[in-house]
Structures are given as structure tokens and as C-alpha cells.
């Protein structure tokens, strides 16, 4: 969340400050318009106005919270007010807690949900849910009063004490709105409900009172705006009090009775009737009780506060309390605060004298520029001698400076010091106050004729060694401190205090000033800060103030103190009106020679202004046409050099064109080659193909042919062993015709036995043979189809050969055979033997013969592709 400040007349926004998490209820100002505070359900906050900057943070339990922060008016207290009921006293410049209201009685304890204050500060209302109203006395710090409201009153929305022009600020009337919509405002003092605003048909949702207490403007809950008149409602609030001066007939001619004396004064004293001397004598007692009445109510100020008081407490301090000064002076000058006349005064805007105001006086804070400049325009508008005097802003600019905050005081302050310390100022005008100077130069005759002569001899006048002084109110000359301690002596004093201080700063500056001779050191020292105490300077003008004769005293020649008057500024008209009226006609015709002189400079500039313009237009196309053209040339140039970067790239491009050509003539002789080799590849591959499959014929016609010799050697075999067989029987049957009979048939039983077993012998080597020769065949032939396999051996030596043959010695048993038998059979093996190894050699050697066929094949593709 953060807050906005405005501008009331431009609506502009001057700054913006953020420091709250949630949202603003309550905005209290400080009667200097200084400091400000913001309130929040959780944080109250103090802002500098000056700066915009937070100063200091209240921070509180979120148990507890803040109902309300605010200033109290007319000093430099802030009041808290929380929800557990507590409220504390807080010093404005130091925070230090001044005091905490004790708790309300627990009989009429209500929770305080809204506040309101007198103007003079003295008396805190606080109601809530409640038909009570609490009175507490700030000074005493106790509660000193508990009102009841009507019954139909359950709980009060908001509480404003109503402001009265006579009662010095301590308000009587307080203005009570409750939860129907009604606002009584009643005397506190004596209880009464003077009237009462609103109805329960047209309730009232807020309402706020001017601050003169003249009308009161109400929201109702229907949404439309109510403004009431108090001095319609009620002829008894803005009654005036008794007058202080009561007027004393003359006693008729006819003569009358004591007891007719004593009705006719009502004054209390005991009035005897007597002679006229007597009469005379009690006349001039009560003109002397009078005129001590009229001094005591001179002195009474605004406020409750007493001139003399004040004096005495200046001449005792010095200087007023730096937190009590702008209410001190806002007494003493008794400001009316007319709100509406200076609204109308600032809404006619700035001055045409001071539209160029920072030109001549350039001010590094514009906010300062511009208060300055919203004050002299306000002057002016409300005395035109004003927008044409020369030395205003040297004279309002530290009046602005200390209350620029608070615009209104700010006028004010410096209109009531035009009016009473700068009497018969404007009687010379334009030049300087002739006669103020003379009165100044008279008065330091008086004192000081030394310094005057030193004056004289080096032609010194008093509009160098006095107007520089007067026109800037001291403030070129003194410090902040010193200017204020000053101007609180000048504003508590008769208005030619301030001519006196004139004189005494150069009596107490005599010594510097004996010791310049030039008229340049005499500016400079009038111009600027000298060490000069300011305390011995006051007690000088006191001094002078006193010492002076009456008849070159200037107190003789100014009028007293005279305040604005309420409600409108008086008529400021103390200037020679025709030569402000001529001047006034001659500035106007000045202006408007100004005015004319200007539009035709004016109408001269645009002139050459669109001739300047036309002229730089007319460079800026010569030069956009040199620019193109200097493009133009570049971008040829760059033309020619990507022409040339593409010629080079064309010449690269053929190169490498020619180079991949060339490439790709070798990739296609390679590739042709290829080609070539491949055919030839195939064409070999074919031949080989050819050649394997007339090898494969070859084998198979051979292994036919062997096939065929074996089985005619098998069949030779086959018939020679029939042969020998036959022979055999032939040889039994002749041996049988030999032996016995007997033994015959034995003997041939046991030969058959035997034939047989060598039948079985013979039987199973001609398997054995088969299978081995059917065993080498196959491998021939599977060795023929695959002739890249390494070969296998398949056989062992002849001993492992013969000994996978069955042998017919191993099948027969020698023993049981004849020895012819044994003969013949042995020879038969013999001869089987050599003839399965004469096979057996036939087959190696077809063998080996294919193995040589094969290993040549597969040499042949080695050999070719090398």
C-alpha cells in the first residue's frame, strides 16, 4: 500500500509514499503542516512533508491493534489511541512518551472506537458501543466527565466538537452521530441537546464541519449530500458574549431617589447618592476600571494566550520554544485563517509579474519555487502594487521557506507583516520608503553620530546601510535561529521594533563598519552573515526602544498593531495610487509592446525557424543524396568485388569440376576395370565351374571304371575261389578214398565244419573289403566337391590297415585243421591278402590323383586375383 500526494490547484502528483501492508484509515496533519500521520489497523506511521521521507514507525501487537493516531491541534503532542483502551502521550520531536490515561471505571467501561478534540487541545471526547460518552481533561489527565445519551442512542459512529468564534477554542458543543443515522449536538458543559441533524427516515452515513463552524456537510445513506447552516439550526451558538463596557446614563434633571439609583446600577458596587462633585469623582473611578479593562483585553490573544505573559516569558528566555513558536505567532498575529477568501485568491492562478519567477530567483527545490511563486501571485491579486514591488520576494522568501507547508499561514503571516512593520513603505514607491529611512537615520543621529558621520564622509546613505536590511527582513544578514529569535521579539513588539533593529545592528556593528572605506565593502556587509551576536542586538533594540526621545521615536509615527480582519483581507491601498496606476498603465503598454514585440519575434523565429528547417531539410536531402550516392559506390564497389569473388569461385568451381571430372574418369576406368576383372572373374569362375563339373564326370567315369575292375577283379576272385573250392572238394574227395571209412564221414564232417568257418572268414573279408572301398570312394568324392578342405588322412600305416582286416588265421583254429588243409588255406589268405592290397593301392592312388585335381582348383582364383 502506499499514499499519493497532490497538488490542490495543478492535480499534479508530488510524491508518493509506501510503507503500509494494509490499507489507511485515518490521515492526521500537524498544525505546522510538517509532519503527518498515517494510521493502519497494524502501523501507525510519521512522514516528513518536507521531504515525502517516513521519519518513524509505531509497531504494536496484532492482539492489541491502533483505533487512532493523531495530532493534537495547536502543539506538538500525538495521541494513541488502541483497541485494549489504553491511550498514550507521545512528544512529536523526541517520541518520548509523555503520559497514559488511567483506565475508565469498570461501571461505565465502554471500548473506544471513535475520538474527538477541542481546538485548544484540552478536552479528548471518546464514545463506542455505548450510549456513554467519556470527558476526559488532557491537562488534569483524568476523566472528569461521563455523559449519557438518550436511550435510543446504542452506539456512536463519529464525534466533532463544533467550532465557535468566541470561545477562544475550547468548544462547548459536540456534535454526537449514532447508529440511527441521527446527529445531536449537545453542550458539554451543561448537558443540553442544542439541535439535531438527520432522521430515521433520512439517516445520515458521515458528516464533517467547516472549520469556522459554519456549515456541516453530511452524506446521507441514500447517497445524496446534505449542507446545513448552523446559524439556521441554532441562534444560540455563534451568540456573541456580553459586551466588557457598559455605558452609565446621566442622571435626569429632576431630582431622584437613592432607591432609583440602585436599579439602574447593576454592576454590584455600592453606589451612594451625593453631590456632582461626587458623581464626578465615581465618574473618573470607573473611566480608570475601563481603561485597565481595555488594556487587559488588548492583551488577551486567540488561543487563551496573554501578550504580556508571553513578553515577560520572551525577555526572560530570549526566544520562544522552538515546538510552541508557530502557535505563539499565529496568536500574536491573531491570524483569521480565511480559507475562503485566499481559495479565491489562489484560484485566479499566477500572476503574469511572476510567470518567469525562477529565471531571476532560480531555487533548487521546485516545490519551494512554487509556493513562493503561489504566494507572491496571491499578493498581488490582492493589492496590485504588489505584482510590481521589486524587493517581495526577498521579503516573503523566509516566510515561505519556514511555513511552506501551510500556504495560508504563509499569507497571512506576510500580509500582517506588510500591513503593521512595513507602514508608509510604499508612500515613495517605487523608490524606497524615504520617510522609514529618515526615521532610521534620525534615531542613529541620536545614538551614534560617529558611525552617521563615518556614513556621511563616504557617502553612505541610509538606503545602503538600512533598506538592504528592512527589504530583506534580516534574512540575507542572520542564521535560521538568529532570524527566528529575532522576528519572535518583532512580532511581540510595537511595529517599530523592527526599524530599531536597524540601528541597533549597525550600533553593534560599528567597529567593522568604522574599518570600511570603500562603498563596496559597505554592500558586501549588508549582504551577508557577520559575527554579530543577535542576543546583544535585541537587548540594544530594547535598549533603543526605551532610550529614544518621543519625538524622533518611530513608535510616534506608526500606527499599532492592527490584525486582518475574518472572513475577507482588508483593502490594501497605502501606495500613490496614481503612480501605481501610471506605472501600472505603462508596464501594461510595455507588456503589450512586450506582447506584440514578442509574437513578431515570434512570427521572425517561426519564419526562421521554417527557413532554418527548410534549410536543414534541404542539407539533410543533399546529404541523404550523398549518402545514396556514396551507397551507391559502395554498393558497385561491393558489386565489382562479388563479380570478381565470383569470377574466382567460377575459376575454383572449374578447377574442382575438372578435378572431380578427372576423378570420375578414374572411378570409371577403376569401375570398368572392375567390371572387366568381374567378368573375367566369372568367365574364369565358369571355366572352373566347367572344369570341376568335367572333373566331377571324370571321377564319376572313373570311379565307374574302378568300380567296374573291382567287381571284375571280385568276380575273378569270386570264380577263382569257386575254382579252388571246387579243387578243394576234389582234394577231400580224393583224400576220403584214402582214409578210413570210419573216420570218413567224421573227418568230412570236421572239413565241412572248418569250410564253413572259412567260408565265414572269406564271407566277412570280402565285407571288410566293400566297406573299405566303399569308404575311400566316398571320400574321394566328397573330397572331389569340396577339393579346398584340407584333407583328412584316413588311413594309417599298412600295419593299422591290416589290422582292421579280419584275418582268417584269427578266425580258424590251426589246430583242428589237416596241414594240407591248413596249406591251402593259408595260401588262400595269402592270396586274398594280396589281392585286397593290390585294391587297396588302386584306390590310393585314384585318391591322390583327385587330391592333386583339387588342390590345383583352388590355387587358380589366389593366383588370379593377384
Not at 445524496?224 to 446559524?231: A, G, M, R, T
Not at 498581488?380 to 521589486?390: E, L
Request: net charge neutral; with cysteine; hydrophobic share 35%.
Amino acid at each position: 500500500m502506499f499514499l499519493t500526494c497532490m497538488e490542490t490547484v495543478t492535480k499534479e502528483l508530488v510524491s508518493w509514499m509506501r510503507g503500509h501492508e494494509s490499507s489507511v484509515f485515518s490521515i492526521s496533519v500537524h498544525a505546522s503542516g510538517k509532519y503527518a500521520i498515517t494510521t493502519s489497523s497494524d502501523t501507525a506511521q510519521l512522514w516528513d512533508l518536507d521531504t515525502f521521507q517516513r521519519k518513524r514507525k509505531l509497531n504494536i501487537l496484532r492482539s492489541v491493534g491502533i483505533q487512532k493516531v493523531f495530532f493534537l491541534p495547536l502543539s506538538n503532542t500525538i495521541l494513541s489511541c488502541f483497541k485494549d483502551n489504553s491511550i498514550f502521550a507521545w512528544e512529536c520531536d523526541t517520541l518520548f512518551c509523555k503520559y497514559q490515561l488511567p483506565a475508565p471505571p469498570e461501571s461505565s467501561s465502554i471500548l473506544y472506537k471513535v475520538f474527538a478534540v477541542t481546538r485548544d487541545g484540552r478536552i479528548l471526547a471518546a464514545g463506542g458501543k455505548s450510549n456513554h460518552l467519556h470527558l476526559w481533561c488532557l491537562e488534569a489527565r483524568q476523566l472528569f466527565r461521563i455523559i449519557q445519551m438518550p436511550t435510543k442512542v446504542r452506539a456512536i459512529r463519529h464525534l466533532e466538537f463544533l467550532p465557535d468564534s468566541f470561545d477562544a477554542g475550547s468548544n462547548q458543543v459536540l456534535g454526537v452521530l449514532s447508529q440511527d443515522g441521527i446527529m445531536r449536538f449537545i453542550n458539554i458543559q451543561t448537558c443540553k441537546l442544542l439541535f439535531e441533524i438527520g432522521s430515521l427516515d433520512e439517516g445520515i452515513s458521515s458528516s464533517a464541519i467547516s472549520p469556522h463552524g459554519r456549515y456541516i456537510a453530511s452524506i446521507m445513506e441514500n447517497g445524496s449530500l446534505n449542507i446545513y447552516s448552523v446559524q439556521a439550526l441554532t441562534q444560540e451558538i455563534n451568540k456573541p458574549p456580553p459586551p466588557l463596557v457598559k455605558v452609565i446614563e446621566d442622571l435626569p434633571k429632576n431630582k431622584l431617589s437613592s432607591s432609583d439609583l440602585k436599579r439602574k446600577v447593576t454592576s454590584g458596587r455600592v453606589q451612594q447618592p451625593a453631590k456632582s462633585r461626587e458623581s464626578k469623582i465615581q465618574t473618573r473611578i470607573l473611566k480608570q476600571d475601563l481603561t485597565g479593562d481595555f488594556e487587559s483585553k488588548k492583551n488577551e490573544l486567540p488561543d487563551g494566550l496573554n501578550k504580556k505573559r508571553l513578553q515577560i516569558l520572551l525577555k526572560g528566555y530570549g526566544e520562544y520554544p522552538t515546538k510552541y513558536r508557530m502557535f505563539i505567532w499565529r496568536s500574536l498575529l491573531q491570524l483569521p485563517e480565511n480559507h475562503t477568501a485566499f481559495s479565491s485568491l489562489i484560484d485566479k492562478g499566477t500572476h503574469v509579474a511572476f510567470l518567469n519567477l525562477q529565471k531571476k530567483y532560480p531555487i533548487k527545490s521546485r516545490k519551494l519555487l512554487r509556493v513562493l511563486q503561489r504566494t507572491l501571485s496571491a499578493l498581488a491579486h490582492w493589492s496590485v502594487i504588489f505584482s510590481d514591488t521589486p524587493y517581495l520576494p526577498l521579503l516573503a522568501f523566509p516566510f515561505v521557506k519556514l511555513f511552506q507547508n501551510n500556504q495560508l499561514i504563509c499569507f497571512e503571516v506576510i500580509a500582517t507583516l506588510i500591513i503593521n512593520w512595513c507602514q508608509h513603505w510604499f508612500e515613495y514607491f517605487p523608490n524606497p520608503p524615504i520617510n522609514i529611512l529618515s526615521m532610521i537615520e534620525n534615531v542613529l543621529a541620536f545614538h551614534d553620530k560617529e558611525l552617521l558621520q563615518h556614513f556621511i564622509d563616504h557617502d553612505i546613505t541610509s538606503q545602503l546601510y538600512a533598506w538592504p536590511l528592512l527589504e530583506t527582513v534580516f534574512s540575507e544578514v542572520l542564521t535560521r535561529e538568529e532570524w527566528l529569535k529575532l522576528f519572535d521579539n518583532i512580532f511581540s513588539n510595537h511595529p517599530s521594533f523592527l526599524l530599531m533593529t536597524v540601528v541597533a545592528y549597525n550600533m553593534c556593528s560599528r567597529a567593522p563598519l568604522l574599518n570600511c572605506n570603500l562603498k563596496d565593502d559597505f554592500e558586501f556587509f549588508f549582504h551577508h552573515r557577520n559575527n554579530l551576536d543577535i542576543n546583544v542586538v535585541i537587548r540594544q533594540v530594547y535598549h533603543l526602544m526605551e532610550t529614544t526621545p518621543t519625538d524622533i521615536h518611530p513608535d510616534s509615527m506608526l500606527n499599532v498593531f492592527v490584525a486582518l480582519t475574518k472572513g475577507q483581507y482588508p483593502v490594501f491601498n497605502q501606495y500613490p495610487k496614481f503612480i501605481v496606476d501610471y506605472q501600472t498603465q505603462e508596464q501594461e503598454r510595455i507588456r503589450n509592446d512586450e506582447l506584440d514585440y514578442l509574437r513578431e519575434r515570434q512570427t521572425v523565429e517561426d519564419m526562421q525557424a521554417k527557413v532554418d528547417q527548410q534549410r536543414v531539410e534541404d542539407e539533410a536531402w543533399y546529404q541523404k543524396q550523398e549518402l545514396l550516392r556514396q551507397a551507391e559506390e559502395t554498393r558497385r564497389e561491393m558489386l565489382l568485388q562479388e563479380e570478381e569473388k565470383m569470377i574466382q569461385q567460377r575459376q575454383r568451381l572449374a578447377a574442382v569440376k575438372r578435378e572431380l571430372k578427372v576423378k570420375e574418369m578414374h572411378l570409371q576406368d577403376a569401375a570398368r576395370r572392375r567390371f572387366l576383372k568381374l567378368q573375367q572373374d566369372q568367365r574364369e569362375m565358369e571355366l572352373r565351374r566347367l572344369d570341376d563339373e568335367i572333373g566331377r564326370k571324370n571321377l564319376t567315369e572313373n570311379q565307374e571304371a574302378v568300380a567296374k575292375e573291382m567287381r571284375a577283379d571280385a568276380d575273378a576272385y569270386r570264380r577263382k575261389v569257386d575254382l579252388e573250392e571246387h579243387m578243394f572238394h576234389k582234394l577231400i574227395e580224393a583224400g576220403e578214398t584214402q582214409s578210413q571209412k570210419t573216420q570218413k564221414w567224421k573227418e568230412a564232417e570236421g572239413k565241412e565244419l572248418r569250410l564253413k568257418s572259412a567260408k565265414k572268414a572269406s564271407a566277412l573279408s570280402d565285407a571288410s573289403r566293400k566297406w573299405f572301398l566303399k569308404q575311400e570312394i566316398n571320400a574321394a568324392v566328397e573330397h572331389a566337391e569340396n577339393p579346398c578342405h584340407k584333407e583328412e588322412p584316413r588311413f594309417q600305416n599298412e600295419q593299422e590297415d591290416s589290422s582292421c582286416l579280419p584275418r582268417t588265421s584269427q578266425l580258424n583254429d590251426s589246430s583242428e585243421m589237416d596241414p594240407s588243409t591248413q596249406i591251402s588255406l593259408n595260401r588262400r589268405a595269402v592270396e586274398w591278402d594280396t589281392t585286397g592290397q593290390n585294391l587297396i593301392e588302386k584306390v590310393r592312388n585314384l585318391r591322390q590323383r583327385l587330391t592333386a585335381q583339387a588342390r590345383h582348383r583352388c590355387q587358380t582364383p589366389h593366383l588370379l586375383a593377384a
